[in-house]
């Protein structure tokens, strides 16, 4: 048994206590401060574009489709390989996130006039 299973939570839904998963609780949480880190992405990716705002802007909104495309990866391999190991393409996107956050915001194209 996964300890996610094994903890349940007390919660009042319409006045009712109903018991509600651990692991279920913490994955909704999870996915809220995710949209919360949705700013500073946007922001981080569009500063000091200069002329260049706008279209990176629009590429950037078109790759919220992606959003679409990776539960439909993972829900593909969790039929295959199995639901825990399809993990892994959460955790990679994660992953990508933060060396996005650290590493790949910088602009490294100084030499490019954004004026």
Not at 63 to 68: D, K, P, S, T
Not at 89 to 110: D, E, H, K, Q, S
Request: hydrophobic content about 55%; aromatic content about 12%.
């Amino acid at each position: 048994m996964w300890i996610g299973d094994a903890i349940m939570l007390k919660t009042f839904v319409q006045g009712d206590i109903i018991e509600v998963p651990m692991a279920s609780t913490l994955l909704v949480i999870t996915g809220l401060f995710t949209s919360i880190m949705w700013g500073c992405i946007f922001y981080l990716s569009v500063e000091g574009l200069g002329k260049y705002t706008a279209k990176a802007s629009g590429i950037f909104m078109t790759m919220v489709v992606g959003g679409a495309i990776w539960p439909s990866l993972q829900a593909a391999l969790a039929g295959r390989i199995g639901i825990l190991v399809s993990y892994i393409v959460p955790l990679l996107c994660a992953a990508y996130i933060l060396y996005y956050a650290f590493a790949g915001c910088r602009n490294v194209n100084t030499d490019i006039s954004t004026k």
